[in-house]
């Protein structure tokens, strides 16, 4: 547990075991004030549930008076207590609209936008066993069994009241398709998740829309994202994994830097020919580890799209296969 002071409030951070992933363990945060706000659950992991009491506990709190969750996205290592919250407590859960196929869909709706995912890695040229491999690493988990009328979705713009914090809802799309932050204006406080937590590339996977236009993927989004968090002026940042730290930028900036540079790498490979996105992965990643791998696909399937958006690149399709040239169209 690491409290912080912001705003007149603490704010309280509990990292949780049983992570598996690469770097920190996730984080969940309550701000120790009425109404409790807790922000993310955590994972589904033994003892977990009671270093969250035992936290709250050392603040006068209990489980049952958790007034509001907010779930900053789906992923299993931040929803995984939201059940055993909800038969704690009369809290209600916020999450963005984008997300509820894969937090709360039926098996009809998760399986239909799995093949899609499927499909999309195949279009992209990479072979029938990574496609499952990494489809199987989004859609294979327990989706969160809540009661659906104590869930609000959120479209960004709402507030959260939090003791003498104010927090305001950000949809910043880009590690999931209905991602959020919160913020404090006044505070200049930021609960980044994990759109920002100190990794030059924090996604794990390629995450495609429920709804839409299923060709392209979320990852598109996420340099615009990260534009917007910077301009808030953000102090202190409590990311999804790791401690706290100030000013955001010092770690947004480095991010979309890094972005930039491997765009413009990028760019001078479609100028000599078309690539697939599994060409680029091979020429960028040659040595790639099995354990590496899913973060590589994403970053490519990222900087191929963010050509395209800004007119620096172009797609063509051969046998099924999508393949991207350098175009003149974009903004020298």
């Known amino acids: ?38 922000i993310d659950t955590g994972i589904m992991y033994p003892g977990n549930l009671g270093r969250l009491a035992a936290a709250l506990e050392t603040f006068d709190f209990t489980l049952s008076e958790i007034d509001l969750v907010v779930l900053t996205h789906w992923h299993w290592d931040h929803t995984g207590l939201a059940r055993e919250i909800a038969d704690r407590s009369g809290a209600r859960f916020f999450c963005h609209s984008s997300e509820r196929v894969r937090l709360f869909g039926n098996d009809d709706e998760v399986g239909e936008l799995a093949a899609s995912t499927r499909r999309f890695y195949a279009s ?23 009661p659906f009328e104590r869930v609000h979705f959120v479209r960004g713009g709402e507030k959260v009241p939090a003791g003498a914090l104010a927090l305001q809802v950000l949809h910043t799309p880009g590690h999931t398709p209905g991602a959020l932050c919160l913020f404090s204006d006044e505070d200049k406080a930021l609960f980044s998740s994990d759109t920002v937590y100190g990794r030059l590339f924090p996604h794990p996977v390629v ?80 040595n790639v580890s099995e354990a590496e791998r899913y973060h590589a696909v994403a970053e490519v399937v990222l900087l191929l799209e963010v050509l395209e958006i800004e007119g620096r ?5 051969e046998h099924g296969i999508l393949k991207f040239m350098k175009s003149d169209k974009g903004v020298p």
């Open 313 to 317: 690149a172009e797609r063509t399709e």
């Open 124 to 146: 992209h040229g990479f072979d029938r066993g990574l496609a499952a491999s990494l489809t199987g690493l989004a859609f294979d988990h327990e989706r969160v069994d809540i």
């Open 1 to 38: 547990m690491e409290v912080t002071r912001v705003g007149g409030v603490n704010v309280v951070r509990i990292p949780f075991d049983g992570y598996v992933g690469r770097g920190d363990p996730p984080n969940a945060y309550f701000i120790a004030a009425k109404p409790l706000v807790l």
């Open 207 to 286: 995450e495609i829309p429920s709804k839409g236009d299923r060709t392209r993927s979320v990852l598109r989004e996420y340099p615009a994202t990260l534009r917007k968090l910077g301009k808030l002026g953000a102090m202190t940042c409590f990311p999804g994994h790791g401690a706290p730290f100030s000013p955001a930028q010092k770690v947004i900036a480095p991010i979309s830097s890094f972005i930039e540079r491997r765009l413009k790498r990028l760019e001078r490979l479609l100028a000599v020919h078309p690539l697939c996105a599994a060409d680029v992965m091979t020429a960028f990643f040659p």
